[in-house]
């Protein structure tokens, strides 16, 4: 039906094509012109060629597959004999009517919420007093904040594991010395609040420079002048804040926010090296819990599953900020 | 929006990458003429194979055969995905240790190749408790190696301060022992935490109760089972003695740590447990004795979980025949007895027991090995002992006041759930 009516009318198709394909300018200008124009045209195209490449084979090939993945019962037997048994959308509705899912997901909610408030606000005010320092003190800090930035995830669990170790922990010691004697052999892996306490402690710290960095290079963009104008009305530090520095800063806010979400909510690394999702599973997040039931028990295909489960809880926290950016963009057009 | 998708993608990416296949590959060359210029790979677990027992194991086969073996020490954390993916591929190692509660799952996927002729070849005396382990749905799939079991580690000083003279032989002259202790001494009698969970498998097997049972197809709970209320009986009244948190196991605090400090009277463990103490305060080292776990009656030891390791061949392995050689030097009455002597591990037969002389805790250990058992032998058995582990919650419920029964049906439907898991 849609052919015959095409073929019939062939006038809004050619218009729409004409409509969608690029500016009319260069289509008045000669063959070879029009070749290279075409080239030109391509350019931008060509150039991102390698990185969607890359990205297709390292990321869009893999998700597919873990997607495939998430349709299978794929355990021990089936891995080891190369059987591939399609199981519908078992895996989901088993992930989806557990209770443990809904728990993890909740913690994992939870865990992200503290994480980032807390990684906002101190990464803003580590960002604020970049800005006022003198040069030499900022230097100081700036290096500081980068090295622990650089930090390679794994090192930096390992040496707070070594900070918060039982028995022979600096940070117990330190306690001891200072008079808290009961914190001289305490576990700080033994209980979920604890075990939380200390990877969010290893959490936040890595990731205040990257927001303290980001807010101190957005701070340079305030021109002096309004300063000047804001105290000539009057205005004192919290309502120069308020109604200057506040406004300049806020989109880098925003994205800084959305960014540290997706960081935290997949933070695997340091959640699982700290203590492998214990004490009892308590401290797992969503993205342990799938490796835990996916690799760990090898379910290998409901850990699929929870995986694409989890890539839609995160859209579904990070919508907003979507709904924000998609707006813009159509705003632009 | 694509900053996001792609990151988001990430994390389905890091999970899913661990997740992929081993490639199907094509076949080698099958067979050989003579194993010359052939290396055959095996794994061990790490600890499993002391040093002097390697040496001359690898010299005895490469000697005979004339092929090279290559020992590869495998490490236990992550073995399991480790030994899937591996027996996944083309080109497996030939031969591996697997942990014996691990085998039937492992011959279950049709990843380990049968032995029932190896077994008629060279394992008629095996002893039958360490045998069980390896057969599966009636067919030989491993060869039992080696096996260790708790025992009572004691502190002598705090039994002579007590007035105790002898070891006790039976349950009942135990609990006496340790009323003693209480009564005349300041010690703790026992350090026992409410989920030293093995131990309390090893009392069901003393009892003879199954922790799980057949219905229709399919495997259940069997906790309900006053057999198995029996031996929690018996853990209630041990648990009795310790001030031990109910709620906690053997590792949390380490208890050869707890009992490191001297005030302890006795806990049960393994043999190797003792040198934690040692490590912690070596004072302790000359007070430390050992004594199987005494049963119901004189001359019949209560019943042991036995944690220990099979050897098994991959089913893709194309060297059958030099594996199998392999088994055949590596278990026999020479080797099997060295590894006993030089690791202080219960031997594969009741034969070779006298290579633990000198040894006190394996001494200890070996007269409960005969009678021992394992956790139930079914390939679903695995999904149970992950954290949280209802019979642990099971074990808890009860010291804490609930009769077995009640606590049998508050965990069951949890067990039940994970017997069902698909496989």
Not at chain 2, 60 to 75: D, M, N, R, S, V
Request: glycine share 10%.
């Amino acid at each position: 039906m849609a052919v015959a009516t095409e073929r019939q009318d062939p006038g809004p198709a050619a218009a729409g094509v004409r409509r969608g394909g690029a500016p009319p300018g260069p289509r008045r200008r000669g063959p070879g012109a029009h070749g290279r124009a075409r080239l030109i045209g391509a350019a931008p195209y060509l150039l991102l060629l390698p990185a969607l490449a890359v990205t297709a084979v390292l990321l869009g090939w893999p998700l597919i597959k873990n997607g495939l993945l998430s349709f299978q019962n794929l355990n021990m037997r089936q891995l080891i004999q190369h059987l591939t048994e399609w199981n519908g959308v078992d895996n989901y509705r088993e992930t989806l009517t557990s209770e443990d899912f809904w728990r993890v997901t909740l913690r994992s909610v939870i865990f992200t919420a503290a994480n980032v408030v807390l990684i906002m606000v101190l990464g803003t005010l580590v960002g604020l007093l970049l800005a006022r320092l003198g040069s030499k003190m900022r230097l100081l800090l700036s290096v500081g904040l980068v090295l622990s930035w650089a930090m390679p995830p794994i090192a930096a669990t390992t040496v707070f594991q070594w900070l918060f170790a039982t028995r022979f922990g600096v940070v117990n010691w330190v306690l001891d010395a200072l008079g808290w004697h009961s914190m001289a052999h305490y576990n700080w892996t033994g209980g979920q609040f604890s075990t939380f306490f200390v990877i969010t402690l290893l959490i936040v710290w890595q990731s205040i420079p990257f927001v303290a960095i980001n807010l101190y290079a957005a701070t340079t963009t305030i021109p002096g002048e309004l300063y000047e104008a804001a105290a000539l009305d009057g205005a004192g530090t919290w309502k120069s804040f308020a109604s200057v520095t506040f406004p300049f800063l806020k989109p880098f806010l925003l994205a800084t926010t959305f960014l540290e979400v997706i960081w935290v909510f997949k933070a695997f690394t340091q959640v699982f090296a700290i203590n492998e999702g214990g004490p009892e599973r308590l401290t797992e997040t969503l993205p342990v819990y799938a490796f835990v039931e996916g690799v760990g028990n090898q379910h290998y295909g409901m850990g699929a599953a929870i995986s694409l489960l989890t890539i839609v809880v995160l859209l579904a926290l990070t919508s907003y900020y979507l709904r924000i950016v998609l707006r813009q963009e159509e705003d632009e057009l | 929006m694509k900053r996001g998708l792609i990151a988001a993608t990430g994390v389905a990416a890091m999970l899913v990458s661990v997740a992929a296949c081993g490639s199907d590959g094509d076949d080698d060359k099958a067979g050989a003429d003579g194993f010359k210029g052939e290396t055959l790979t095996v794994w061990a677990m790490d600890g499993s194979t002391p040093d002097g027992w390697t040496k001359d194991v690898k010299a005895a086969f490469e000697k005979k055969t004339g092929a090279k073996l290559k020992l590869e020490i495998q490490q236990w954390n992550g073995i399991q995905q480790k030994v899937t993916t591996a027996l996944s591929e083309s080109d497996p190692p030939d031969v591996l240790e697997i942990g014996n509660t691990q085998t039937p799952a492992y011959a279950q996927t049709g990843g380990l190749a049968e032995l029932d002729d190896l077994k008629k070849s060279i394992g008629a005396d095996w002893s039958k408790s360490m045998n069980d382990s390896a057969v599966y749905d009636g067919k030989q799939y491993a060869a039992p190696w080696y096996v260790v079991n708790r025992v009572v580690l004691y502190n002598k000083k705090i039994w002579a301060e007590a007035g105790i003279k002898d070891t006790p032989k039976t349950r009942t002259e135990f609990f006496k022992d340790l009323d003693t202790i209480q009564k005349k001494t300041d010690a703790e009698p026992i350090y026992l935490p409410g989920q030293n969970w093995y131990f309390f498998d090893g009392l069901t097997i003393g009892t003879g109760a199954d922790l799980v049972k057949k219905n229709g197809d399919k495997w259940v709970s069997n906790l309900a089972d006053p057999k198995v209320g029996k031996a929690m009986d018996i853990y209630k009244q041990y648990q009795s003695f310790s001030k031990a948190p109910k709620d906690k196991d053997e590792a949390t605090p380490q208890q050869a740590e707890v009992f490191a400090k001297g005030k302890t009277g006795a806990f049960i463990g393994m043999g190797w447990e003792a040198a934690l103490s040692i490590k912690a305060n070596p004072k302790i080292e000359k007070d430390i004795g050992y004594f199987t776990i005494p049963g119901e009656t004189e001359g019949k030891p209560e019943g042991v979980f036995l944690g220990g390791s099979n050897l098994a061949i991959a089913a893709g392995s194309e060297k059958q025949e030099l594996a199998k050689e392999f088994l055949k030097i590596a278990l026999n009455d020479t080797y099997e007895g060295q590894l006993a002597k030089e690791g202080g591990v219960i031997p594969n037969k009741e034969s070779l027991q006298t290579q633990l002389k000198g040894n006190p805790a394996a001494q200890a250990a070996a007269p409960a090995a005969a009678t021992g058992g394992t956790t139930p032998l079914i390939p679903e058995w695995a999904a149970v002992e992950n954290a949280p582990n209802p019979v642990k919650t099971y074990m808890t419920a009860v010291l804490t006041g609930k009769s077995p029964a009640e606590a049998a049906k508050s965990v069951e439907d949890e067990l039940n759930k994970r017997l069902s898991q698909e496989r």
